[in-house]
């Protein structure tokens, strides 16, 4: 599952790659700043969205 952070006034999404040989965890990481005319109920669903297209 992804992790998100607020940014000022864009999102970090992160999300788990499993381990490396070396056991060291990796990650990916993905910044979506939403547009400005969008509403709070808007920003979440597309953030959500993003965030299931950026695991996949």
């Given at each position: 599952m992804?992790?998100?952070e607020k940014?000022?006034?864009s999102y970090?999404?992160?999300v788990?790659?499993?381990y490396d040989?070396?056991?060291k965890k990796l990650v990916e990481k993905?910044?979506?700043?939403?547009p400005p005319e969008?509403?709070?109920k808007q920003v979440a669903k597309e953030l959500e969205r993003q965030a299931y297209e950026f695991e996949q």
């Open positions: 992804a992790s998100i940014r000022g006034d970090r999404i992160i788990s790659c499993g040989n070396n056991d993905m910044t979506w700043s939403p969008m509403t709070k």
